[in-house]
């Protein structure tokens, strides 16, 4: 019976599948016909679209015009020409008196939208303009008006005017509607935050003034006094928004500052490291190197950087701290101090012990994933630094008999960091341009790929006094280290 | 202002849709969130019901209450007469003589108040309101002339009044003899006119009801009748121009003709009228006014396919040597009969000719028997024509298929986009907003104002100089000289190179033809085929194209009436291909 029943299955599955195939044939055809015809166009899916959007009955000319109209403002938005936005915006506008109360609804964030961008940039256009639009625009859909309120002030802090900006926010703070919903509530504190931020800027710039001030003036006093105001105000403003997940790049910065500025480590420490490790946070690498700054300023113990810089690695392996990293790592890694201490503890730690030295290869082997990875990017590759420390790193690799080590990271590289460091072409613009970072790039390539390599002859045949000592040395490096055995 | 007060309001804002009033100085309710006032006053919501007119108008002072929000008692079919007025004004204005509007048109409105019984009759639908069915008034409508006392009666001023202009109290007076006070107390609650709400209701059997789109469709009747040189698809095109009164013809009533509630759903239009749409109704209305056969469509009508082919070929740049093959094809086809051309509402099955299609469609079969339009023998045609050109520079020139292609694909892009543009552009809502109700009222009115002053701001940004002005009305949409290199003008261009003599006379060098559709629909329904564009060659699209764009209609309702001249220029072939269905066939002629 199953057996029936499959049978049954695949003929039905047959037929569908040559009506599919027919209906695509047909549809080719009609393509072709469409393609070496004079435009490209695609008049039959046009329709099709068409008659699905209003289901199948006759859509009203006057929601066929004012959907017409708006396309035909993005055009010229599109094109930068305001003008022309601003006719077609002065008839879009009806929208707003739409039969169809859903359009309606919707008219005023996408009016706001479009108007705000066409009066950002018209050239007869001002802030006085501006302004007058936005307060209409605030008040047409109630559900837009954090929203708007927040724009509004966005574009008067860019234009300067931070007292004014400042009032909007505070009027929006202030402005409540039905029940606090919660896309509301993020609104308000970002529009909180947002004021936080014009406090901050107002701090700074008293704390410059301050820094100029002699402590033992009278004005001293005054001025650190509405400075510790300030700061307050901001620190309340600022606090709720972060708590929320997001990237809140330069409040939390501000945030930080202020805080340290006054003392409370405890509670730098506390936001930055919530920022950096909260799960609900989308992942964000700011955020573990405004950690990792505020750790070194604090003077923190190595251990703790590494693991830092371990996540950012992990999100960005090119980032120029992970030149900071491999040092960390290198020094963790060949440290002597913390094996004296060691060996003066009783034999139950010993386990201790070997573990250190597990962690301390791992810390060597990472170092060197490390400097491979950075070596990955095109941004890094005449970093003279990345490249001074992988030949170091190499050669104490390879003298630690860690050769399994480099051959692994070697393995997924060789088929394209020749072509993509070591040509003749580069051998040949790096001496030009650096010496150094031509020599040191010859031993990597030297010790990588053996003394057959172009880059690393081309260097070596190079004939120069300063740096002949240098390239001896090299010569005589490769031949040691080198991982490519000449006899195979 | 007093919030505690305010607390028994339970509705939602209309505006915000939350639930927080209070109270203004008048003692209106009004949203603390949006600070919209609403009409509601305490008064009134503390009698817990729905507001009666009655409690609403002595809480506010009966006769101020009165003035202000009643205005005028009106009936639907006042509001339509003023709007036929209005239309037949601006026709008047447009050339047409003024019979049109004292005469034609005063006449089949008279005839249709009659026919739908609201007046001319001894038991008006207002008076008797339901029972009305029975009514035993004139037994024969369908003479005309035996209704003398209907066409000379003229008591209806609104048309009448050709000499003087002004119509301050034209609207005054109505044809209706009827006592409304009793109605006019509920009918206002929802309704503007007296019988707003009963008119919507309305749905009685063998009685067309009175629609904005059937008033073009009475415009188009009197034009018809008087063989005016308005063809149904210039008349649209006027509408959509603005030329003639449609969309927010309301908005022309005077000032104490208010418009609410259900008077919104007869009188607002939010869409330009359709060519086919219009012309079902004008048939519809012809018939259900029993209309005489109309005067007669000669050889000298403007209306006769001679003449529209004419005007036609002019119009879209073609050699006017052509109109000889359209007068042949016209005559073969029989399309130029009287007979067949007249529209007679009483015969058999009433239907009357789309004179400008059908016009549009004659052109596109010369057109196919001359270049034969399959993508290969008109560029083929062309390139002779270029030679010879080429050649004799003196000579009158041949007529270049590809250069004619060339010269109106531009022409016409550049009109379809201005086209567009205009239609983007339109401005569709009234100074005067239509709302729902009063409560609604000035929440529309409110937003009224919002879109005013945006639209004042946006029109600052815009150039001072208005760019494009009001087009005049003109029944030709393109015009070509000889001197403009871009719009060369083919009038006078020859057919020479597409013509051979044989015997005494000219025959087309093509013999070929292909029928525009195989089958027709065996079913009543007379449909033809439908258009798949993608299966026709591109010169043939790029025709119909260019005639539906020119018309304003549908390029698969040129298709059809294209098929159906086929039809009968090719009898003997459609009734062979019943047997064989060969996809070109040859076609001999002349």
């Not at chain 2, 904005?212 to 308005?230: D, G, H, K, M, N």
């Amino acid at each position: 019976n199953s057996e029936a029943c499959g049978l049954r299955c695949t003929e039905s599955m047959s037929d569908f599948s040559e009506e599919l195939i027919k209906s695509v044939t047909e549809d080719d055809r009609r393509e072709t016909c469409e393609l070496s015809g004079t435009g490209m166009q695609l008049p039959w899916l046009q329709k099709h679209i068409e008659t699905v959007d209003t289901g199948g009955k006759k859509e009203k000319d006057f929601a066929q015009t004012t959907s017409a109209c708006l396309s035909f403002i993005q055009e010229a938005l599109l094109k930068h020409q305001w003008q022309q936005a601003a006719e077609y915006m002065h008839s879009y506008l009806q929208i707003l008196e739409d039969s169809d109360s859903y359009k309606r609804q919707a008219a005023p964030e996408i009016i706001w939208k479009l108007g705000s961008e066409i009066l950002y940039y018209h050239p007869k256009s001002n802030v006085e303009m501006f302004n007058t639009f936005a307060d209409r625009m605030k008040n047409i859909g109630v559900m837009n008006y954090l929203k708007i309120s927040l724009q509004h002030a966005l574009y008067l802090l860019h234009h300067g005017m931070l007292e004014d900006a400042n009032r909007n926010l505070s009027q929006a703070e202030t402005w409540r509607y039905g029940e606090k919903s919660s896309s509301q509530e993020v609104l308000i504190n970002l529009i909180q935050a947002y004021k936080g931020l014009l406090q901050y800027y107002a701090w700074s710039k008293k704390k410059r003034e301050l820094s100029q001030l002699d402590k033992d003036d009278y004005a001293y006093n005054t001025a650190s006094q509405s400075m510790r105001d300030h700061s307050w105000k901001t620190s309340v403003n600022l606090g709720a928004l972060i708590q929320i997940p997001g990237v809140w790049d330069p409040f939390v910065k501000s945030y930080v500052e202020m805080l340290e500025f006054y003392g409370d480590q405890d509670g730098a420490r506390e936001v930055l490291t919530n920022y950096a490790y909260d799960e609900k946070f989308p992942s964000n690498p700011n955020a573990h190197i405004y950690l990792y700054n505020f750790l070194k300023r604090e003077k923190a113990p190595r251990e703790k950087l590494i693991s830092v810089l371990k996540i950012l690695y992990q999100i960005v392996p090119s980032h120029k701290l992970m030149l900071e990293f491999h040092r960390l790592l290198r020094k963790s890694g060949s440290s002597q101090e913390s094996m004296s201490i060691i060996n003066c503890v009783k034999l139950f730690v010993q386990t201790l012990i070997i573990m250190t030295v597990a962690e301390k290869e791992e810390h060597l082997k990472l170092g060197l994933e490390v400097l491979f990875g950075v070596l990955d990017f095109a941004g890094c590759t005449k970093n003279i630094t990345a490249w001074k420390y992988l030949a170091k790193c190499l050669r104490q690799t390879l003298m630690g008999s860690h050769l399994a080590w480099v051959q692994e990271e070697w393995n997924s590289r060789k088929n394209w960091w020749p072509g993509f460091h070591f040509s003749y072409f580069w051998a040949k613009s790096d001496w030009k341009e650096d010496k150094t970072l031509a020599c040191e790039k010859a031993l990597v390539a030297g010790i990588l790929l053996g003394k057959g390599c172009r880059y690393f002859r081309y260097i070596s045949k190079q004939d120069h006094q300063v740096s002949r000592k240098k390239i001896k040395r090299m010569k005589k490096l490769v031949k040691k280290y080198s991982i490519v055995n000449p006899g195979l | 202002m007093d919030l505690e007060e305010a607390k028994e309001f339970k509705e939602r804002c209309a505006q915000c849709a939350a639930v927080s009033w209070g109270l203004t100085d008048e003692g209106k309710y009004y949203c603390t969130s949006c600070h919209n006032v609403t009409e509601r006053s305490k008064e009134v919501i503390d009698t817990g019901a729905i507001p009666n007119t009655k409690i609403q108008a002595i809480n506010r002072g009966l006769k101020r209450k009165r003035k202000l929000e009643k205005g005028w008692d009106w009936y639907v079919c006042e509001g339509f007469q003023h709007i036929l007025y209005q239309q037949a004004e601006a026709l008047k204005t447009l050339g047409v003589g003024p019979e049109l509007k004292n005469e034609v048109l005063h006449n089949f409105w008279k005839r249709y108040l009659q026919k739908s019984k609201q007046a001319y009759c001894k038991n008006p639908v207002y008076t008797s309101k339901r029972k009305a069915t029975v009514l035993e008034d004139n037994p024969s409508h369908s003479d005309w002339d035996s209704e003398p006392e209907l066409l000379s009666d003229l008591s209806c001023p609104s048309f009448v009044e050709s000499g003087a202009e002004s119509q301050p109290d034209v609207h005054t007076q109505k044809p209706f003899p009827i006592i409304k006070a009793s109605q006019s107390e509920t009918a206002s609650i929802c309704s503007g006119s007296l019988d707003g709400v009963e008119y919507s209701l309305r749905k009685e059997k063998g009685i067309v009801k009175m629609t904005v789109p059937r008033t073009l469709a009475f415009c188009y009747l009197s034009l018809l009748w008087q063989r005016e040189t308005i063809t149904l698809s210039d008349l649209l095109r006027f509408v959509e121009e603005d030329h003639i009164p449609y969309i927010n013809a309301f908005q022309y009533f005077p000032e104490e003709m208010k418009l609410y509630g259900r008077d919104k759903g007869i009188f607002a239009i939010e869409s330009w009228p359709n060519y086919e749409d219009i012309y079902k109704k004008m048939i519809e209305v012809a018939t259900f006014l029993d209309l005489p056969r109309f005067p007669d469509i000669t050889e000298d009508c403007y209306l006769h396919p001679n003449i529209l082919c004419m005007k036609y070929l002019m119009e879209v740049n073609l050699p006017d040597e052509m109109h000889n093959l359209t007068c042949q094809v016209v005559k073969m086809a029989g399309i130029g009969e009287v007979d067949f051309l007249t529209f007679d509402p009483i015969a058999k099955m009433a239907k009357t000719v789309k004179y400008d299609v059908q016009a549009v469609a004659v052109i596109v079969v010369v057109l196919k028997l001359l270049f034969l339009l399959d993508d290969n023998l008109e560029w083929s045609l062309s390139n002779i024509a270029e030679k010879y050109n080429e050649k004799n520079k003196e000579d009158k020139p041949w007529f270049d298929f590809r250069k004619w292609y060339q010269v109106m694909k531009k022409s016409v892009d550049e009109k379809k986009q201005k086209w567009e543009e205009a239609r983007a552009k339109y401005l569709w809502k009234s100074e005067k907003p239509l709302y729902h109700s009063s409560i609604d009222r000035s929440v529309v009115y409110k937003r009224r104002e919002m879109v005013v002053n945006l639209q004042k701001q946006f029109s600052t940004l815009v150039d001072s100089t208005p760019t494009v002005a009001k087009k005049t009305a003109s029944s030709f949409q393109f015009n070509w000289t000889e001197e403009d290199t871009d719009r060369t003008c083919f009038h006078g261009h020859s057919l020479q190179g597409i013509l051979k003599k044989k015997g005494q006379s000219l025959t087309t060098k093509n013999s070929l033809y292909w029928l525009s559709t195989q089958k027709f629909c065996k079913s009543y329904c007379k449909h033809v085929t439908t258009y798949e564009e993608s299966n026709f060659s591109l010169s043939y699209q790029f025709i119909l194209n260019l005639f539906s764009f020119l018309l304003r209609i549908k390029t698969s309702f040129l298709h059809e009436e294209v098929s159906l001249i086929e039809k009968r220029l090719f009898k003997a072939k459609y009734s062979k291909t019943k047997k064989k269905s060969s996809r070109s066939r040859k076609v001999r002629k002349y």
